[in-house]
């Protein structure tokens, strides 16, 4: 079993930066696909961002491409997500979720790291 915690989260301005970190204590390999997901006050759960183990693949959400970056470092068994140019619809609790590659499920889940940009 894989488990994930989030760090990083905190309180920007408009425009600013943020880094969250999703480091695993289980073993990952190059047969995981990593991603972040947010939830908004009143919205539902929403994907963000996602890259395989290996590197390969990045995916985003259209109202993050540009803005937001995910990328992994196999040694400290960390996925991290680099958000710059943030806006206040990026306020969320922002979650970190593994699965197989190929699999349809995320079945991997941290707790959250709160996310909050005020104008």
């Known amino acids: 079993q894989v488990q994930l915690v989030e760090s990083g989260g905190g309180l920007q301005q408009v425009g600013g930066s943020l880094r969250l970190s999703c480091t695993a204590s289980?073993?990952?390999?190059?047969?995981?696909?990593v991603g972040w997901f947010r939830q908004a006050p009143g919205k539902e759960r929403e994907f963000v961002a996602a890259?395989?183990?290996?590197?390969?693949?990045?995916d985003y959400v259209d109202s993050v491409k540009g803005r937001f970056t995910i990328s992994r470092d196999n040694a400290r068994n960390t996925v991290y997500l680099q958000m710059n140019s943030l806006k206040p619809e990026d306020t969320a609790t922002y979650y970190c979720?593994?699965?197989?590659?190929?699999?349809?499920?995320?079945?991997?889940w941290g707790q959250g790291t709160q996310v909050t940009v005020s104008s």
């Open positions: 289980g073993r990952t390999d190059s047969t995981y696909r």
């Open positions: 979720a593994a699965r197989r590659r190929y699999s349809p499920k995320w079945d991997h």
């Open positions: 890259i395989n183990w290996s590197g390969n693949n990045p």
